[in-house]
Each structure stands twice: as structure tokens, then as C-alpha cells.
């Protein structure tokens, strides 16, 4: 079929978003033909005057608003999707459906674009999704519902998570539904069998002070910190509660400890490397680089999700924050960890302690690795979405 791909973060700087969007352009392309790859930028960061900010629950609206957009705005013109020819929608749903008091803007697009298609008699895909209550605001009844009566229109609809298979379960009576594990799974082969073992390898482009390059050796393993998708709402916060989470580690174990910057809202880190001398990678490192340095870890430690999934490719043992939904909560699940658990994103002195000593067994190796789950298993059944669009 020809596909046009709709959500492709790659525009983003977030190792998560640029990884699971190019696993499942990638995966779909080995039965497929897509014709174009719509960007994310346009619903995911404000432009300059803000037209963006007035999609609604009209449907109908938010379409004349595109094509009256995409007329005087090029960024606006591959968004309308009555200028390509394709047989298929395919929705890259990933994080986008938080069900947040305040309408989140990419999921009003999300389900407009939906309905945009039924409309032309497309089929549609809308998969690797993520639905959750907001963990902050809780639910927005009226998304939930618009929600429900679009997404029972699609011709297939599978989320990423078993945690939000029984959300859409319970949430949308009228939404038939599958649990498919996220595509960043299909990337297990990406993993290296060894890696460069000194920090100046992963340095990017402006990451090349003198300082910078001296790196730092790895060969005998290290333990990774990043920020989660919660704690960047409150930048002075995380500054203030990850200086002693990083302090505290590097005093737990003789192993190097680097700060892994993920995305914009892990920013804070710049300042707690300063902080605590400590090495910090930011997130606009090659994609592969990124995978591999968190599959070879020791240890990682974070409120991130698809970092994580890029974690356990290597079979590394993962320490969760809380993050923006249950998305963490989720992944454990999928991994089978024997003990689900997730510290605040704001981590007090007793989550700091507790973390400390988890930290230390997993290092001694007193911790087996907490998943049941092989990495070949989930790695099948990611693949396995191919099956259903069609």
C-alpha cells in the first residue's frame, strides 16, 4: 500500500521521539511504500503567531483551518492531506494521548487528521500510542469522548503499552484494540557488540571543549542518569532534588556516572554536571550512539521511557522515576519486571537512599537483572503490527 506516515518526531531534539519514529517508518517500510513522512514540529511547538492555538472539538473547523494555514505558510502545507496520493493513514500516535484538562494540541490534530481521512476513504492506522489520565490534571472528559468516537472510525488501533490497553479498554467501549509493544523494540539488533570505551566518542557537534574531549574511560562499566518527562516541569526543582541523587551515586559506587540529557526538558542536567563535576552527554548525540551508550550501561537510572526501552535492548537494568503518565509503570510491565516500582520525579533524601542501595546491588551484582521477559520476545511481537496493516 502507499502510506503516508503522519507524526514523525525526528524534527525533535528527544532521543525517544527520534528512535521509536524512525523504528516504525522503518518497520512499516519493509512491506509498504511511504509516500511522505509528515513532521511533528508544527503541532508540538508553538510557531510564531499562533494560529496553531485554535484547533478546537470542531473537527470540520480544524480542517478549513489547515487549508486556510497551509495557503499563506509552507511549514502548514505538508499537513494537508488532500495533496497526496496514498491508500493509508498511518498515525504514529507514540506519547501524544494524555488525556490533559487543558487539550494537548497534538492530540486535537491527531484525531482531526483521523477523521480527515475517514472522510476521503482512507484506511487508517493509529498505533504505537500511549493513552493515559494526566497524572497532574486528570482527565478531560470531553477529549476522552471525542477520543472514543474517532478512534472506533480507524481500521486498526493498537497501543504501545499493556498499561494503556486496559486504559482504552475501560475508557472507550466503542474502540476495538491491541496491545502491540512499541516499535523501538524492532531496534534490538541495532545493539553493538562493543562500543567506544572513552566519553569523547559521543561528543557532538558544540559538545568539543577542551574539557569535553578529555573524556572519561568506560571500560569497566558506568552508570547513566537522565531527567523524566514530569520532573522538567519544574526546572529549579529538579536542579535542586538530582544534586544530591547524583551525589549520592557517585559516593555508592566507583563506577563513572554520566548525565544523559534526553530532550529540552532534561536542561537542568547542564546545571547539576556543573554542580557535581560530572560528564554530561546532551541530547543532540547520533541516535544509534545514544542506544548503544545506554545498551552497554551498567546501570540507568531516569523518568524516561523509550530511553529506557534503548536501556533493556541491552539487557541493563533500569531505576524509574515518575514521569508525565504511566508510562513507566507500563514499560515495566512489558519487561516483566519482578518488582514494579517508580521513585517521585522530584526524589526525596529516603527515595535517594533507596535508590542508592538498588543502585549498589544491581552494580555488585547481589540484584539479578529484574526483567522475566527476553528482548527477542518483545522484539517479535513489535514486529508483529505489520500483520495488521494491511
Known amino acids: 500500500m ?64 489547515i487549508k486556510k494555514w497551509a495557503e499563506i505558510d509552507i511549514r ?6 488532500d495533496i497526496y496520493e496514498y491508500d493509508a493513514l498511518v498515525i504514529n500516535a507514540e506519547g501524544s494521548m494524555i488525556m490533559t484538562q487543558i487539550p494537548r494540541l497534538d492530540t486535537i490534530y491527531f484525531l482531526t487528521v483521523a477523521y480527515w481521512a475517514r472522510k476521503k476513504c482512507k484506511k487508517i492506522f493509529f498505533v504505537n500510542g500511549m493513552f493515559s489520565d494526566c497524572p497532574v490534571t486528570g482527565k478531560n472528559k470531553e477529549t476522552l469522548k471525542l477520543t472514543d468516537k474517532i478512534l472506533s472510525t480507524c481500521d486498526f488501533v493498537s497501543t504501545r503499552d499493556p498499561l494503556s490497553f486496559r486504559y482504552v479498554k475501560e475508557n472507550m467501549s466503542n474502540v476495538a484494540v491491541k496491545y502491540i509493544p512499541d516499535a523501538l523494540f524492532t531496534w534490538k539488533d541495532f545493539v553493538e557488540k562493543d562500543i567506544p570505551k572513552n566519553l569523547r566518542f559521543f561528543m557532538p557537534f558544540r559538545f568539543e571543549s577542551d574539557n569535553e574531549l578529555t573524556g572519561g574511560y568506560l571500560k569497566n562499566g558506568y552508570v547513566i542518569i537522565s531527567g523524566g518527562s514530569l520532573a522538567a516541569w519544574n526546572q529549579r526543582k529538579a536542579f535542586e532534588t538530582y544534586v544530591p541523587l547524583v551525589q549520592k551515586i557517585k559516593q555508592c559506587t566507583s563506577l563513572p556516572v554520566i548525565l544523559l540529557q534526553t530532550c529540552s526538558g532534561d536542561f537542568f542536567l547542564t546545571d547539576v554536571a556543573k554542580a557535581t563535576d560530572t560528564p554530561m552527554i546532551p541530547a543532540k548525540i547520533p541516535i544509534v550512539a545514544s542506544l548503544n551508550l545506554l545498551a552497554h550501561a551498567t546501570l540507568y537510572i531516569s523518568g524516561r521511557y523509550h530511553p529506557s526501552i ?53 552494580i555488585s551484582g547481589k540484584l539479578e537483572l529484574p526483567t522475566t521477559v527476553s528482548i527477542d520476545t518483545l522484539c517479535e511481537r513489535a514486529t508483529s503490527l505489520l500483520n495488521y496493516i494491511e
Request: glycine fraction near 4%.
Open 2 to 65: 502507499k502510506i503516508l506516515y503522519y507524526g514523525d518526531n525526528r524534527v525533535r531534539v528527544n532521543l525517544g521521539c527520534r528512535a521509536t519514529s524512525a523504528a516504525l517508518s522503518m518497520l512499516i517500510s519493509r512491506k509498504h511504500h511511504i509516500v511522505y513522512r509528515i513532521k511533528s514540529e508544527l503541532f508540538l511547538t508553538q510557531p510564531p503567531y499562533s494560529m496553531i492555538s485554535s484547533l478546537t472539538f470542531d473537527l470540520e473547523k480544524n480542517i478549513s483551518l
Open 76 to 81: 502548514y502545507r505538508e499537513t494537508d492531506l
Open 310 to 362: 534503548m536501556a533493556s535492548l541491552g539487557n541493563v537494568p533500569c531505576i524509574f522515576l515518575k514521569g508525565n503518565s504511566h508510562k513507566n509503570l507500563g514499560l515495566q510491565e512489558m519487561l516483566a519486571y519482578r518488582n514494579i516500582k517508580e521513585f517521585s520525579h522530584y526524589p526525596s533524601q529516603n527515595d535517594i537512599e533507596e535508590i542508592c542501595r538498588l543502585s549498589s546491588e544491581y
